[in-house]
């Protein structure tokens, strides 16, 4: 049923609770996971001129380091399962960039977790999962998690 299974992750805790879900239906149908981190553009009329485009992109260089040993981690993890993983760094918007990497690698089925944020912080923080939801071509798994962080 499903071949290819899209993870999009942010490095939290709360993100994380669908991997057990991933982990069983990947078994199940024998299934690759794509893990998928999304990087957001710098918007650079945000910095005053006072930050130096060298401290800038050396600080995006070390995010980038550090998002690549995460993604490596998380696919170590599941290969020591015996499920094949592959991990994808895009920059962007992120609902955007889910779903066109979800066409790109002709995924079966997203699969993410609702932070289920609420209310005014939903407002002001807007909702991946609500984006992706609205958006997406194809099944979508969402798995709300909040007490976790």
Known sequence: MYKIILVP???SKRAEAILTHIEDLSQRYDAKVIFLF???EINLFEYSDAVPM???LK???LLRDETEAYLKKLKELLHNKGIRAETRIALGPIVKEIIK???D???DLVAMASH???GLARTFYGSVAAGVLQRIDRPLLLIRSREMD
């Open 9 to 11: 992750l942010d490095g």
């Open 38 to 40: 999304v990087e957001e």
């Open 54 to 56: 060298q401290e800038l």
């Open 59 to 61: 600080k995006r260089k």
């Open 101 to 103: 990497t979800a066409a």
């Open 105 to 107: 690698e002709n995924a």
């Open 116 to 118: 289920g944020r609420g």
